[in-house]
């Protein structure tokens, strides 16, 4: 392999290495022995599951350190249909945050990260109903490609396949991960992606189990037989135990909960053979894990021996030598996967041993295609090595030469200008910016298809020169500003449209034909934007006025219009898009930022649309106090209806303050999430005793912060309603709650979103009535989704029907359920 072929390899591999907005870590010199020993290994792992936070942090992190394999994991989705316990984003948002998680996971354990281009649309009880949403080819497909491209040595599910891992999502990954293990190997199967990584066959199939799935008739857990190995050692190199990093990278999973405490000690995982060759003593028996398992690769080995018998801590430069004739070597090593693996490993240990700085800075946060660019370089060897600045590669604008030696200590600075070109493509997440299925992302691009993320929006490359040796270093262009708190801050650039229509409300309820104001905020995305601004409608429906002219003068600045809307005399649903016209081309863009401390700052561009929703409702009462609890759009989606919601302190509530209330609602998971609610459960049902209605939404059995959280007892079970077609059954036609105000009808339950319920109750005392029953097919029935009791001169609600995602989404029938729990008694 010729020297030229092998850079441009690892120019390619390099994009994988990108850690967008955070500051550059510069690793110490025991960090780059670590590394330096994970250059005399060459062995590869996949783990694999469905959803980011299955994957076992302990194994990934022990592998990735302690076995210095590639070790990577596999998620199916990207978790977009579970719940947030740090903000109210849910589906396509949440699962942008939960990739980010993800991603921050693996800096943290040190593996990487894939995805297939399943959509995760919520609880799945079998691998059957999973695979008839999911496209099983096309997930297939994904899994084949990554197992080609990642090429491991052995592959770990986290699921058995025989449904004991409950969710149907954990099932189906585990099937499609033993069918991918021999398909991989197929060149007829997948070509495409055979053609590009070449086949593989790993060596072994395992599954990681956990002592649940292998109890005894004696309830205890009985590992003869399994494979088994201790992840809980220490690495002094690190300063921790590889259980104390599995705890960290674990804990990057906030938007579920997952915040752990390390530990110490002996910490044993157990292994099922599945496929391939057998094990009878370790997970990686027969791995050759040596420079031999490649042709040629003895002399680079060779050179990184030399490395290591040469490191001195307190001057890490003295093998940089070593290091770049390794790195030469790799040009008679046949193996293009290794060849750039290690090869972006070798330079990166260069770059820390010489610790070169290099970076471009651009002067703002967010361009618009076409924009003027300036870009900030700074280039710096804080070292004694003989380095030179050769070039400096703007991507896909310029290149030019440099030339400079980079002497010890003495930065190199510039500052560039340059025409971003009219084409280049907006910031949007890659499996968002084509519409795809309730199952799948569409992404057309197949180069795209496996990766976490975008690549940045602009990117720079540094060539330096080492004797005769060309390494090219390749990194995003950053925005990068000072805080008065946190300092330096880091963000990634962004590329925006001109202007955004970001609709107020994702939702407008209009009840009864009775027309509405809804608000449209135009934000500019440059700066001196001129435009109008329309509304396109469904058929039937009339906005006043029918446009309006807006000027910005500046980026960022923001303007709101309001137009008055008139639903048609029949129910009717529908879409609202807005649209500004600039320079006569249409956007209909939103602006959305996710910005959460643990993880980068990340920009969506949804479509600029609100669903509209006519539909016959009556109501009683108008003043709700609500108590959040893990994060929903409940009391935004009653404000449009048009009840006046308060927000509650969990904390402060009295007994007089609840009295004013025609109803208390108390958030999703709030008895999980509110430590406050432990003690002030007796003021609620004081509430309720005195005549006031309390409106409990589900929980789950786990981490309650107190059992009593109704008048009577009740029991929460993980009982789950997840196909949303289910029937519903009316176990009390004549309740109050099914017939007053609204009349509930089967059709009350076209449409649901997701699932029906969640964690029913499945005990409970005498004094509850069960409203309604459902299951999903073949299941017995589920009685406990609505609960409901007199307790003294009130009534209390339990209910696990999916509220949450059903108002936000505008689902009529479930206004009208929940307006009936609103105006019980009154």
């Known amino acids: 392999m010729k020297l030229t072929r092998l850079i441009a390899f690892l120019l390619v591999l390099s994009t994988s290495h990108f850690v967008f907005s955070q500051k550059p870590k510069q690793p110490t010199s025991a960090e780059i022995l670590h590394r330096l020993q994970k250059l005399n290994v060459l062995g590869s792992a996949l783990y694999v599951a469905a959803h980011p936070d299955d994957e076992n942090t302990r194994l990934i992190t022990y592998l990735a350190n302690e076995k210095h394999f590639n070790t990577a994991y596999l998620s199916a989705t990207r978790g977009d249909g579970g719940q947030n316990l740090v903000g109210s984003e849910i589906r396509e948002s949440l699962g942008v945050i939960r990739t980010q998680e993800l991603l921050a996971a693996r800096r943290t354990d040190g593996g990487q990260q894939y995805f297939s281009r399943a959509n995760d649309f919520g609880y799945s009880k079998t691998p059957e109903e999973t695979f008839n949403i999911w496209d099983r080819d096309q997930v297939l497909s994904d899994f084949v490609r990554v197992f080609r491209q990642h090429k491991p040595d052995v592959v770990i599910t986290r699921f058995p396949e025989d449904g004991r891992g409950g969710h149907g999502h954990h ?13 991989a190997a197929d060149p007829n199967a997948y070509p495409e992606s055979a053609q590009k990584f070449g086949t593989w066959q790993a060596k072994r199939l395992v599954f990681n ?39 960290e990278s674990r804990s990057m999973h906030k938007s579920q909960g997952f915040g752990t405490t390390g530990s110490r000690g002996v910490s044993m995982e157990y292994f099922l053979h599945v496929a391939g060759d057998s094990a009878s003593l370790d997970l990686l028996e027969g791995v050759d894990q040596t420079w031999t398992r490649v042709t040629g690769g003895d002399k680079v080995g060779y050179h990184i021996d030399n490395a290591l018998m040469h490191y001195d801590a307190a001057n890490p430069t003295l093998i940089i030598s070593d290091l770049v004739a390794a790195y030469n070597a790799l040009s008679d090593v046949d193996d293009k996967y290794w060849v750039e693996v290690k090869g972006q490993e070798i330079k990166d240990l260069i770059k820390a041993c010489a610790g070169l700085y290099l970076e471009a800075k651009a002067d703002v946060e967010t361009y618009n295609p076409g924009d003027s660019l300036k870009v900030s370089i700074e280039a710096i060897n804080r ?34 200008n340059y025409q971003l070109k009219s084409g280049i493509d907006y910031s949007q997440p890659y499996w968002l910016k084509e519409k795809g299925t309730l199952g799948m992302y569409k992404v057309s691009d197949e180069n795209l298809i496996g990766k976490p993320e975008n690549d940045p929006a602009l990117q720079v490359v540094f060539t330096i020169k080492i004797g005769e040796t060309y390494l090219d270093y390749k990194f995003p262009v950053v925005y990068k500003k000072s805080d008065p708190v946190d300092g330096e801050v880091y963000e990634p650039v962004v590329i925006t449209t001109p202007i955004f229509t970001n609709m107020m409300d994702p939702v407008a309820v209009f009840a009864n034909g009775a027309e509405k104001e809804i608000q449209v905020k135009v934000i500019a995305g440059t700066g001196d934007v001129k435009g109008k601004l329309r509304l396109e409608l469904p058929a039937g429906w009339k906005a006043k006025p029918k446009s309006q002219k807006f000027a910005l003068e500046v980026k960022d600045q923001e303007s709101i219009f309001s137009f008055v809307i008139t639903p048609p005399a029949n129910a009717s649903e529908g879409v609202i898009q807005a649209v500004a016209s600039v320079s006569g081309q249409d956007y209909s863009y939103a602006l959305e930022r996710i910005n959460y401390d643990h993880i980068p700052k990340q920009t969506l561009f949804p479509d600029a649309v609100t669903k509209v929703v006519n539909l016959d409702l009556k109501k009683k009462g108008n003043l709700i106090g609500y108590i959040e609890g893990a994060g929903d759009d409940i009391p935004a989606s009653l404000a449009q209806i048009g009840y006046k919601v308060d927000v509650l302190d969990a904390s402060k509530l009295t007994l007089n303050q609840l009295t004013a209330y025609d109803a208390v609602i108390v958030g999703i998971r709030a008895f999980n999430t509110q430590e406050s609610l432990k003690f002030q459960n007796k003021t609620l049902m004081s509430y309720v005793n005195n005549g006031g209605t309390l409106i409990v939404q589900y929980n789950t059995s786990h981490r309650l912060v107190t059992e009593d959280i109704a008048p009577y007892p009740l029991k ?64 017995t029935p589920k009685d406990g989704g609505l609960l409901v009791t007199q307790y003294g001169k009130g009534y209390y609600i339990y209910t696990g029907y999916s509220w949450f995602r059903e108002l936000p989404a505008g689902v009529p029938g479930a206004y009208r359920i929940y307006t009936n729990m609103i105006s019980i008694g009154k």
Do not use: C
Not at 410 to 415: A, E, G, K, Q, S
């Open 171 to 183: 099932t189906a990954s585990a099937i499609l991960a033993r069918e991918a293990f021999s398909l």
């Open 209 to 247: 189990t956990h002592p649940y799935f292998f109890r005894g008739a004696d309830g205890q857990f009985h590992p003869e037989g399994l494979l088994s190995a201790d992840l809980g050692g220490y690495n002094p190199m690190l300063g921790k135990s590889y259980t104390e990093i599995a705890a």
């Open 383 to 416: 070292s004694d090595a003989d380095i030179e600045l050769n070039s400096i590669d703007i991507v896909g604008i310029q290149s030019f030469e440099v030339r400079q030696q980079m002497h010890h200590n003495r930065p190199i600075n510039m500052d560039k």
């Open 716 to 779: 929460l079970s993980r009982d789950r309603v997840s196909v949303e077609e289910a029937e519903v059954r009316f176990l009390k036609p004549r309740h109050e709650l099914l017939n007053s105000p609204n009349v509930i009808t089967e059709k009350d339950f076209d449409n649901w979103t997701q699932e029906r319920g969640l964690y029913f109750p499945n005990e409970w005392d005498d004094h509850f009535e069960a409203i309604l029953s459902a299951n999903d097919p073949g299941e």
